[in-house]
């Protein structure tokens, strides 16, 4: 099957927005190794599509809440995850598929230390 | 104390470095690798990457991206990537390749990253070249009116190499393509020094060639003392195809580091035949569809705007020149064949080495024939140009009559002397390997044999004649050869002085 068929399908196995097991159940049935892997890796990929990932060094529920809360307004159509991070030391790093913002003083760091080494070599 | 570092400098410094510190942060974006196949890599991911953008493996290995698909987008290897496994974390750097270029790099030995090859120290820090750049406009442009001198007879006379040209050397393997390259960089010293003409600065970028080759260039380089206004950049016959790929845009981009400081520069693509393959060897991996010979369909773009990248530019625009020599390899002396013939029509003349010359003793086996340069004659000067017409026409005579002169039948005495004559310039624009002549030493070369001195000599004696000729006239009249360095056409005192040089000169010579 091609691969527009298997994209098509992986489109299909979304019931409002929320992956349904019992598409998901009925179409791996009929497809063959092949082509179930590609379908897997759609599916992974809409998933990684349709979620959005935030990491932050604070592990305040009260705070978490906050940021998700407010990420929800700004991504309506993404499930957002909250996760922690203690190595980011401070700010927020959002993933949103293959894009990172990284707000984080880390990042900050490492760029100064980055750019220092550049400047000196 | 005068020489322990003071604190306040430091901070300083310091403060100097990162006053130059972006703090906004840089959105970033991810992929995975999918595939490594070949030193190319189909990732996922990566949806706001652009082509020709430099991205960063994981484990350091850097790459650039050279396809853009619907859901993947495909990426050659800087380096080997052995380590590189399904599933690495890719980002962009939103940059484009370049390479860091100072002065610093004459004299050294650089892979396409400017990575040193000679195991000397790491060059300072000078300004980041792009690889691939646009080259400059019409409106930049001004024609080509500088001659680079080679120090070849054959060429300087017959085939005038200008500053901004582009002459391709092509013929095959072991003819003496690099050869001629090689006696051009190292003419550039006497050049500068002997006439009125700017130091020409040279990139030498050797693609798939093999490694003890490289060496052996290099040493010969540093042994005439050519390394110090040199730069080799060299992507060897193991390197990453890649890396061959890149090379000569490296030079190219080297070259115009000194261009932008106003310098004439000479770069030299040894050769474009290995590019064209690693370039194809590339696009085979990267399934972009084959065409004539497999080759892919921008095959010709790939080396239109790397020769494009040849310029004079005018004086407003600083004046600096970047000539290209590019050397193709033929295959049973077919210049009929796809790359060769693409490259032809890139470039403003060829110098055509042919194996039966080279076989009968001619060398450099020039073929004046079918050999053109289509500028550079504006860009020769007065003097040489005031003996090449006679030669080049008496030499092209010679050859309608030899052809002749093969039945065997009887000759009249004009063509008997158009034979004779013929032989001897045949005779004098013979030149040994890493002996260039100065401007002076080539118009007393061709002016002995256009005004016919040359023709009692017998024709195995005419190189010894030229080399004792030269010393004589540059010990006992210096004045004519410093008359001659400048280039301008001699008067008639400087005619009339070098007659009774030649007579003088005759008089003691013995055969």
């Not at chain 1, 992974?44 to 599509?49: I, R, V």
């Not at chain 2, 196949?37 to 790459?63: N, P, Q, Y």
């Not at chain 2, 610093?104 to 000078?126: A, C, M, T």
Request: charged share 25%; proline share 3%; aromatic share 6%.
């Amino acid at each position: 099957m091609e691969k527009k068929y298997i994209k098509k399908l992986a489109l299909a196995s979304y019931t409002k927005n929320e992956l349904d097991s019992k598409k998901v159940k009925k179409i791996a049935g009929f497809l063959t190794r092949n082509n179930l892997k590609q379908y897997i890796k759609e599916l992974k990929l809409l998933e990684s599509q349709k979620t959005i990932t935030i990491l932050t060094p604070s592990f305040s529920k009260k705070a978490k809440n906050d940021i998700k809360e407010k990420f929800a307004k700004i991504y309506a159509d993404k499930k957002v995850i909250i996760d922690n991070d203690p190595s980011l030391i401070l700010g927020i790093k959002v993933i949103d598929n293959d894009l990172i913002y990284d707000l984080s003083l880390k990042n900050t760091l490492d760029n100064l230390n980055m750019h220092i080494n550049e400047q000196y070599d | 104390m005068n020489n322990m570092i003071n604190s306040e400098e430091i901070i300083k410094q310091l403060e100097k470095g990162l006053s130059t510190f972006n703090l906004d942060p840089k959105l970033q974006n991810v992929g995975a690798v999918q595939k490594n196949t070949d030193g190319v890599i189909v990732a996922s991911g990566l949806s706001k990457a652009f082509m020709g953008e430099l991205v960063a493996f994981d484990d350091g290995t850097e790459g650039v991206i050279l396809n853009l698909d619907e859901d993947t987008v495909s990426i050659i290897l800087l380096d080997s990537g052995k380590e590189i496994k399904e599933g690495d974390k890719i980002k962009t750097t939103g940059r484009l390749l370049s390479i860091n270029v100072s002065e610093d790099y004459l004299g050294r030995v650089v892979n396409p990253l400017g990575i040193p090859l000679d195991g000397k120290s790491k060059p300072k820090k000078g300004k980041d070249m792009p690889l691939e750049k646009i080259a400059a406009g019409v409106v930049e442009r001004e024609p080509v009116n500088t001659p680079l001198k080679t120090g070849i007879k054959a060429i300087d006379a017959m085939i005038p190499i200008g500053r901004g040209q582009r002459e391709l050397i092509i013929g095959d393997r072991g003819f003496g393509k690099t050869a001629i390259a090689i006696d051009t960089i190292i003419n550039q010293k006497q050049s500068a020094k002997t006439t009125k003409l700017r130091q020409v600065f040279c990139v030498y970028v050797a693609i798939g060639q093999k490694q003890s080759t490289i060496a052996q260039v290099v040493e010969k380089l540093k042994e005439k003392g050519a390394m110090d206004y040199t730069v080799v950049v060299a992507a060897s016959a193991s390197d990453p195809a890649s890396l061959q790929y890149l090379a000569p845009y490296a030079g190219s981009a080297i070259a115009e580091y000194f261009l932008e400081k106003g310098e004439d520069v000479l770069v030299v693509y040894d050769d474009l035949t290995k590019h064209a393959w690693a370039y194809r060897q590339l696009s085979l991996v990267l399934k972009r569809p084959a065409g004539r010979e497999a080759y892919p369909g921008d095959i010709f773009y790939l080396h239109s705007r790397l020769l494009e990248r040849a310029v004079k530019l005018n004086r407003e625009n600083g004046g600096g020149s970047i000539t290209a020599l590019p050397i193709i390899e033929t295959q049973a002396n077919d210049v009929s064949a796809y790359i060769p013939t693409n490259v032809i029509s890139i470039t403003d003349g060829q110098i055509y080495l042919e194996g039966d010359l080279f076989n009968s003793g001619i060398r450099p086996a020039i073929n004046i024939g079918i050999s053109v340069s289509r500028v550079g004659g504006s860009a020769q000067t007065q003097a040489i140009k005031s003996v090449a017409g006679k030669m080049k026409l008496e030499l092209s005579q010679y050859r309608e009559m030899a052809a002749f002169a093969q039945f065997g039948s009887e000759l009249d005495q004009t063509t008997m002397q158009q034979l004779e004559r013929g032989k001897r310039t045949t005779e004098i624009l013979k030149q040994p390997q890493y002996q260039s002549f100065s401007e002076a030493f080539e118009y007393l070369s061709m002016w002995l044999v256009t005004s016919g001195h040359l023709d009692q000599i017998p024709v195995e004696s005419i190189q010894k004649f030229e080399k004792e000729y030269h010393s004589f006239v540059k010990i006992n009249y210096p004045k004519i050869t410093n008359t001659l360095s400048t280039g301008d056409k001699p008067n008639e005192e400087i005619l009339k002085q070098l007659e009774k040089a030649t007579t003088e000169f005759k008089k003691g010579f013995s055969a």
